[in-house]
C-alpha cells in the first residue's frame, strides 16, 4: 500500500510516532475493521543524499482469521521496487544524461546500468498506462491522455504531466497515481 499523502521526511516521522499514522482503515482485502501493527520493516534508500541510511515502514496484518492478509505501508515519496526515493531517480532521470557513462557509478553512488535501465524504462511505451488513465474518469487525466496519445513513450507522459499539472515530483506524482488508479502497475 501506498500513503499517497506522506511526500516528505517529517510527515513520514510524525506518522510512524503514531502507531495508528499509517493504519488503513479497514483490510483492503477482506474489509475487517481490525488491523493490527504486524511489524516494523527497515527499508535502506541507496543514494539519497540527505536522507537517513534507514527508514522505518509498517506492516499491518488484518485480524480476520479467515484473512490474515498483511499489507506493508510505504510513504508516497519511496519509489517502489526501485529501492530509491523518488527525488533521486527524478534528479538521475529528467537531467541530461552525462556525457561519459563507461557503465560504472556514474553520480549518487548510483552505477550506469541502473541509470540506463531506468532511462530504457522511461523510453518504452506508455500505452497501458494512458489506458488507465483515460478511464480513471478525471477530467484533467482525460486532456491529458488526448494530448500525449497513443503511441507516446513514459518520458513524453512525465513530460506533458509536468506541463499540464507544474508538479515538481512528477515521477513520485505519476506513480502514486497509476498505483491508486491500477494496483501493481508501476509508472517504471
Known amino acids: 500500500m501506498l500513503a499517497e499523502d506522506v511526500a516528505d521526511l517529517e510527515a513520514h516521522k510524525r506518522r510512524m510516532a503514531d502507531g495508528d499514522g499509517y493504519r488503513p482503515g479497514d483490510c483492503p482485502h477482506c474489509g475487517c475493521s481490525r488491523v493490527h501493527v504486524h511489524s516494523v520493516r527497515e527499508r535502506k534508500p541507496h543514494g539519497a543524499e540527505g536522507w537517513p541510511a534507514v527508514l ?6 488484518c485480524a480476520n482469521g479467515a484473512c490474515r492478509a498483511i499489507w506493508l505501508v510505504l510513504p508516497g515519496f519511496l519509489a517502489r521496487h526501485l529501492w530509491r526515493v523518488w527525488e533521486t531517480v527524478e534528479e538521475e532521470v529528467l537531467a541530461p544524461p552525462p556525457a561519459v557513462d ?15 535501465r531506468w532511462r530504457g524504462r522511461l523510453l518504452c511505451a506508455a500505452l497501458l498506462l494512458v489506458q488507465v488513465l483515460a478511464t ?7 486532456a491529458l491522455v488526448t494530448e500525449v496519445g497513443l503511441t507516446s513513450t513514459r518520458m513524453d507522459l512525465v513530460r506533458r504531466y509536468v506541463r499540464q499539472t507544474g508538479s515538481v515530483h512528477p515521477l513520485a506524482d505519476l506513480g502514486v497515481l497509476v498505483h491508486r488508479l491500477a494496483p501493481g502497475l508501476r509508472l517504471m
Open 102 to 116: 563507461d557503465g560504472e557509478v556514474v553520480r549518487r553512488g548510483i552505477p550506469g546500468r541502473t541509470l540506463r
Open 136 to 142: 480513471s474518469g478525471e477530467e484533467l487525466l482525460a
Open 56 to 61: 522505518n515502514v509498517r506492516r499491518y496484518r
